[in-house]
């Protein structure tokens, strides 16, 4: 069983919204509390790279091509991280991958792919 199960990805047209989640269905729930969380995206041929990030504390960091539409959020009780995607263009097309970091530990998801194309 893996350690994060992504769903949500799909194709969308531009201008549309997705939700992503990702799940930690084998981390307890102290750890997954004290756990910061993330977004990375790898386009074809790109690095992978972050996207947004949570820490425990709920601080959030975006980066700068998706500031303002998309929203980071997690749900500890559920050991669940969210990213809310709205106003997606065809440059956010890629694989994205949730990360969770804890002692210095990455545990990364397998992907979900979201493809924005009309």
């Known amino acids: 069983q893996r350690q994060l199960v992504e769903s949500g990805g799909g194709l969308v047209q531009p201008g549309g919204s997705l939700r992503l989640s990702c799940k930690s269905p084998?981390?307890?729930?102290?750890?997954?509390?004290?756990?910061?969380l993330g977004w990375y995206r790898q386009a074809p041929g790109k690095e992978r790279d972050l996207v947004a990030s949570?820490?425990?504390?709920?601080?959030?960091n975006y980066a700068p091509s998706v500031k303002g539409r998309f929203t980071i959020s997690r749900d500890n009780s559920k050991r669940t991280v969210f990213l809310q995607m709205n106003g997606l263009a065809p440059d956010d097309t890629a694989v994205y991958f949730c990360n969770r970091n804890s002692s210095g530990q990455d545990y990364w998801g397998q992907g979900t792919q979201v493809t924005v194309s009309s």
């Open positions: 084998r981390t307890i729930l102290s750890v997954f509390s004290i756990s910061n």
């Open positions: 949570i820490t425990n504390t709920g601080t959030t």
